[in-house]
């Protein structure tokens, strides 16, 4: 297999790969939403307080992404 062949199948690869992390991605913050939107109140206005304020939304929203 020549250079130029191995490069084109890993640029398909990758695109392939990019796609899929795309969709998932996608799919993981419709199925969180709910989360998602706690988190973002909780955190809106705040700057480094929200790491110790939005702790536990942070956790609620983490759990849900890690189940998918």
Excluded: F, P
Excluded at 32 to 57: I, N
Aim: aromatic share 8%.
């Amino acid at each position: 297999m020549g250079y130029v062949q191995e490069a084109r199948e890993n640029h398909v690869k990758k695109k392939v790969e990019e796609a899929l992390r795309s969709k998932m991605k996608h799919k993981a913050l419709k199925e969180c939403e709910y989360y998602t939107t706690r988190y973002a109140e909780c955190a809106m206005g705040r700057t480094l307080s929200v790491v110790w304020k939005c702790r536990k939304q942070a956790n609620e929203l983490n759990e849900c992404l890690h189940q998918l």
